[in-house]
Each structure stands twice: as structure tokens, then as C-alpha cells.
């Protein structure tokens, strides 16, 4: 017997043949399906890749992962017991936390015995005849469903760049996003940094803590602001407890889908410049994190107005960093502030005034090869011990083209988004029925707090399902033209701000070769679900039932 039948055999004794629905991926997102499902009453499995639940907080175990939003906004709200029992130690829980967080939800409500971890899909195909998704496995699942919800993570597909020389590189080489649970020991060793967005900012003060000596080598710098990080305050936890079920409506009905306790302060040019620095110096000594960001109201619509904060930000980074030339190189002038995702950060600035780290500028000097020993670029060499790759993901698409989707008429999903990544509220793509997308390209993501949007998604999909199962249909579509009209308002909305400016993942410019679209709905979290809600409302409107 060859060992693939021997582990299709083994897999085949625990995985039933057919269920209702198969939800793909075990983070924030699939737990909630697995569990929202069930009360729904279907039969559900999970498939999941890693050996463990938590998605992003599973997979990003480097030194300094951690959320830039409250730990008591980043979490769920679906049940009171849980939100009311669960103590959250820090303001923005580091990886660890959330893995102990999401661990327990797994275990409270029983989610486990529903997902085959170890279990990575590589095929998802529709079978026209029958109107099921026949899912397969790396492990050698093979499952029939109905439905199939995909909740793979927007930032979930590794980028390695093909660096040449890359497997020839002779020390130890670790994504941040595959970091091995045991850790890596930094004490003392020549360790290089490549890549200064959200996660190099994060685990560059960390590493330079240990390491003997480490290169940070950056391409585009960041604009990141301080965390102010702490234990959370007891007084501010009870309140929480005492008003969640009030804050969570608040998130609900807000573009990020976030609480913030912060006076906006109208346009940038409201204000003189002593007012203006004022509440700037004032939010940079005394507010956490992404707050910073919402101060004005034309930041991120207006270049001027984002103009003058992001000097004055630069303004920050030379007066944090001694080094005049180290400090222009870290001051981002290529894009406006915020196009990026703004980082948060614990030190990052202060960390290269440090004698053991050294920023190498390779847009200046590109990186031409890993050799044997270390970085090569054109104009030095670096020995390294270790290498880590802070690169980011192929994101949005990733993932979901990972799956190998096959859908009606034999067509497939890499095929279908060889251009623009055609979907209808995120949630569908025309030509894949009964399947549907968390997080998906057409969404608000990353521009709002994703777990407040993994329940209202997911929740949708719950109302939509159990609608067809009341009324005795069998497939749901959404048509070429609501797909096309949803995409064309995604660009609207998007080319009238400042995102689209900077060559982010985001719009997919962060990958070779991939086809540049911005593919975020930047119309706020509220009037997105406002949308869903009345799309459900109208009988589903650009959707096609069929009995
Ligand atoms: P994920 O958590 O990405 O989970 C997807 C799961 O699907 C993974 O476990 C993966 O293994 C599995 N999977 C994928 N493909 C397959 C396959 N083919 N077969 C089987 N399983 C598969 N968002 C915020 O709002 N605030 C933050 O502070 C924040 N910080 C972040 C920090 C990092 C380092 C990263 C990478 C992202 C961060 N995000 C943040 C975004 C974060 O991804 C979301 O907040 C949220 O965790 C997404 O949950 P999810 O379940 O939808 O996806
Ligand atoms: P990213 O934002 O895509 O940053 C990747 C970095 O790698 C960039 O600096 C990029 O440079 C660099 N890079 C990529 N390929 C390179 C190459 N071939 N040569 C040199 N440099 C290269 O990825 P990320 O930092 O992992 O963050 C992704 C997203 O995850 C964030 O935007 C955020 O949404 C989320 N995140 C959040 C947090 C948090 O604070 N909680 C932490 C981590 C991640 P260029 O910019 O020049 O391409």
C-alpha cells in the first residue's frame, strides 16, 4: 500500500463523506463559523493547515507580534458570558495572549471536535450535476458540502521573495509569519531584518535587544507611531464590562468598527500651527496607537493635509533619531501617511541609536543575492547567522487562489480573477455558487477592526443560509453584474482618498506580477454592513436563488 492511500485511509475513518457546510481555516473568522453554524443547525467541518487554532495569532509567533487595537475592541461579542469572563492582561495583547484567548473559545464552546487540523485544502471543486463542493485535502480529506465558507485570512499567504541564492544562504532563515513555536535563539548573532512595514517595525526593537549585531535592511520606511502599551487598568476593564453590550452597537455603526474615546478635530486646516502641533505633540506623548490617526478629518482624502501631518512626522523621527542620516532614511516621503497601514510600535525609532544596528537603504543599494554566508547587494556584503523575512503576504487573493477553486462550468478561480478579483460585497464571486468569501477582497478588512466584521460576515452568510434551507433552495449566486457594479464603487470610493497613492499589498504592487487593483471597500464598516443589510432586506438583491 503506497503511504498517500495509507493516510487517506486514516483520515477517512474520523471525516464524514458529506456535511452541510466546510469552513476553511481555524482563525478568528472560521472559529466563529464553525460555531455560528452549528446553532444555525448545519453540520459543519473545518479543515485547517496549522495544528492549532488562531490563524494570524498562530502563525506570527515573532518577537513583538502584537494587535494594534484594544484587546477589549479585538475580540468577540457574540457571547456576553465570554466577554464579561475573559480578563485581558495588557491594552494590546501580544501573540501570546490571543492564542491563550482563542484557545479557550475553541475549548468553551466546543469547537474543536469540528476541525481536522494538520489539514491544508489544495482543491475545491464544484460538481454542476449534483450542486455540491467537493473539497480535498493535502491529508487526503475528501468531503462533499453544500456550502463551502472560506475564511483563509486576508494575510495569511506567505511572501518569500524569490531572492537568487536564497536556498544556498548557509544560516537559519524564518519568515515572521512561519516563526517556530520553540522561538530562535538571537543571543550574540549577526541577525538581518528584511522589511520595515507593520511586522519589521514590531520585531525590530525586539531582536535588536539580543542580537550581537543587527542590519535592518529597509526598502520603504514606515510611519509608525508609539503604542503606549500597558497592563490594562482595572478601573477602565470594569467599565468595559459594565457598558460592552452598548460599545459593541457603537462598533457597529462605526467606519472602523471601533470605540474612540478622542475628539476629532476637523480639518487639518482648522487649525493654526501652534493648535495644529499642539494636538499632534499631545496625541504622540499621550495616545495609543492607531488613535493618532484619526485626529483629522482630510488625512487621508486631502494630500495637503496629509502633507503637513506626515512633516511633522518626520519632524518626530529626526528629533527621536541622532544619526542625521540615519533619520532622513527612515522618514517615509513616497507616499502619503496612512496609505500604508500606520504602524504601532514599542521603541521603534530609539531602536537605531543603537551601536548593534545598522539601517542598509537597498532602495539605494538593491539586494542582488543571498549567498552561503549571508546578503549580497550591489554595493556591500552582510554576513548573517539568521535572516528573517518581515515580507509580508501575498494578501486579499493568497490564499483563496491557493484553494485550487474549480466553480461551475469548470472555471477557475485563478482564472476568473487573472485581472480584477471580481466579487459582490466581498462575499461572492459570480460563477462559484454556495461559496463564500470572509474578508474578501471587496471588503472593509484591514480599514476596521476585523473581528467585529468576522461576526457580522458570518453572521450574513448564517441569515442567508438558513433562509434557503426555510425556503427549500439549493444554490445561491450573485451575477456579472452586480459583481461589476460592486467593483466599479470599490474603485470610486477608493481613488476618491489617498490609498490607492501607495504601492501597498493592498492593491497587490507588493507581488510580482500580481494585477493591480485597490481592493478595499474604504466606505467605512458601518455603511458596508448598512449595505448587506439592506441587500437581505430586498430579498437579496443581486443574488440568484435557485430551488
Ligand atoms: P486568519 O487569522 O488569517 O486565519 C486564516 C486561517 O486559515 C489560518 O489559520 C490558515 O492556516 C488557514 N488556511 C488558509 N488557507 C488554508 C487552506 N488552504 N487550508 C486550510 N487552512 C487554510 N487586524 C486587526 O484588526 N488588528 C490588528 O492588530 C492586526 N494585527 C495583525 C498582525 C499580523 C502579524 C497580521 C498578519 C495580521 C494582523 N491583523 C490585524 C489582521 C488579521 O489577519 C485579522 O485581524 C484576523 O486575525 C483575521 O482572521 P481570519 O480568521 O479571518 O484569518
Ligand atoms: P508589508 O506591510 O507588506 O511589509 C513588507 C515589508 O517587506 C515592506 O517593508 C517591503 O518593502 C519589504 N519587502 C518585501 N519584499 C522585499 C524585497 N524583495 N526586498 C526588500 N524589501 C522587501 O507586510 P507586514 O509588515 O507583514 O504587514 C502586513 C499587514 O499585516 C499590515 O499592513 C497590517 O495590516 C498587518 N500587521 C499588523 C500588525 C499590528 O500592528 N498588529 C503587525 C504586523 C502586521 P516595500 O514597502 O518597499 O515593498
Known amino acids: 500500500m503506497s503511504v498517500a492511500s495509507e493516510r487517506s485511509e486514516a483520515v477517512e475513518e474520523t471525516t464524514p463523506a458529506s456535511v452541510d457546510v466546510v469552513v476553511v481555516g481555524a482563525g478568528f473568522s472560521g472559529l466563529y463559523a464553525i460555531h455560528r453554524m452549528r446553532k444555525a443547525g448545519f453540520d459543519v467541518l473545518c479543515f485547517e493547515a496549522g495544528d492549532g487554532v488562531g490563524g494570524t495569532w498562530y502563525w506570527n509567533r515573532y518577537p513583538g507580534a502584537r494587535v494594534d487595537i484594544e484587546s ?11 466577554q464579561q469572563d475573559w480578563k485581558w492582561p495588557e491594552l494590546f495583547s501580544p501573540q501570546g495572549d490571543l492564542e491563550d484567548y482563542i484557545n479557550h473559545v475553541a475549548d468553551r464552546f466546543d469547537l474543536r471536535r469540528s476541525i481536522r487540523f494538520n489539514a ?3 482543491s475545491v471543486v464544484f460538481d454542476e450535476e ?12 475528501r468531503v462533499r458540502a453544500k456550502y463551502v465558507i472560506a475564511a483563509t485570512g486576508p494575510l495569511d499567504a506567505t511572501n518569500v521573495p524569490s531572492f537568487p541564492g536564497i536556498d544556498t544562504f548557509e544560516g537559519e532563515l524564518h519568515h515572521t509569519s512561519q516563526w517556530p513555536r520553540e522561538g530562535v535563539d538571537l543571543r550574540g548573532k549577526r541577525v538581518g531584518v528584511i522589511g520595515t512595514g507593520s511586522t519589521g517595525v514590531q520585531v525590530v526593537p525586539e531582536v535588536a535587544k539580543v542580537a550581537g549585531h543587527l542590519h535592518v535592511f529597509q526598502r520603504t520606511p514606515a510611519y509608525t507611531v508609539p503604542a503606549h502599551n500597558r497592563a490594562l487598568d482595572p478601573d477602565y476593564e470594569r467599565e468595559w464590562k459594565e457598558n460592552y453590550a452598548q460599545r459593541r452597537e457603537m462598533m457597529r455603526h462605526h467606519p472602523n468598527a471601533l470605540v474612540l474615546p478622542m475628539t476629532q478635530h476637523g480639518s487639518v486646516f482648522d487649525h493654526t500651527p501652534e493648535e495644529r502641533l499642539a494636538i499632534l505633540e499631545e496625541a504622540w506623548r499621550s495616545r495609543s496607537g492607531l488613535l493618532f490617526f484619526f485626529l483629522f478629518n482630510d488625512v487621508l482624502t486631502d494630500i495637503r493635509a496629509n ?3 506626515a512633516e511633522w512626522f518626520r519632524g518626530k523621527i529626526r528629533e527621536i533619531v541622532k544619526d542625521p542620516e540615519v533619520a532622513e532614511l527612515l522618514c517615509p516621503t513616497t507616499y502619503p501617511l496612512g496609505s500604508k497601514r500606520l504602524s504601532i510600535d514599542s521603541g521603534y525609532y530609539d531602536t537605531f541609536n543603537r551601536d548593534n544596528v545598522t539601517l542598509v537603504d537597498v532602495r539605494r543599494d538593491p539586494i542582488v543575492e543571498l549567498t552561503p554566508k549571508g546578503i549580497r547587494t550591489e554595493e556591500a556584503e552582510y554576513d548573517l547567522d539568521v535572516l528573517i523575512l518581515a515580507t509580508g503576504f501575498d494578501a486579499m487573493t493568497g490564499s483563496l487562489l491557493r484553494l485550487n ?26 460563477g462559484f455558487p454556495n461559496m463564500f468569501l470572509v474578508h474578501g477582497p471587496g471588503s472593509p478588512s484591514v480599514l476596521a ?8 460576515q458570518i453572521d450574513w452568510i448564517a441569515d442567508l443560509l438558513s433562509h434557503m434551507e426555510q425556503e ?8 456579472t453584474e452586480a459583481e461589476r457594479t460592486w467593483c466599479a464603487e470599490v474603485t470610486e470610493l477608493a481613488n476618491g482618498t489617498l490609498f490607492p497613492l501607495a504601492d501597498s499589498w493592498q492593491k497587490g504592487a507588493n507581488i510580482e506580477g500580481k494585477p493591480q487593483s485597490y481592493m ?4 467605512g464598516f458601518d455603511a458596508f454592513a448598512d449595505r448587506c443589510d439592506q441587500v437581505a432586506a430586498a430579498g437579496y438583491d443581486g443574488f440568484v436563488l435557485k430551488p
Open 472 to 479: 427549500g433552495l439549493e444554490t445561491v449566486d450573485t451575477t
Open 449 to 456: 477592526q476585523m473581528v467585529t466584521q468576522s461576526e457580522y
Open 307 to 309: 502633507e503637513v501631518v
Open 405 to 430: 477553486v474549480v466553480g461551475a462550468g469548470g472555471v477557475p478561480l485563478r482564472e476568473k480573477w487573472s485581472g480584477t478579483p471580481w466579487n459582490y460585497l466581498g462575499l461572492m464571486v459570480s
Open 120 to 122: 491544508r485544502v489544495d
Open 520 to 523: 478595499i471597500w474604504v466606505g
Open 72 to 82: 477589549v475592541q479585538y475580540s468577540y461579542a457574540f457571547d456576553e458570558d465570554l
Open 130 to 141: 449534483e450542486r455540491r463542493w467537493q473539497v480535498g485535502t493535502e491529508a487526503g480529506h
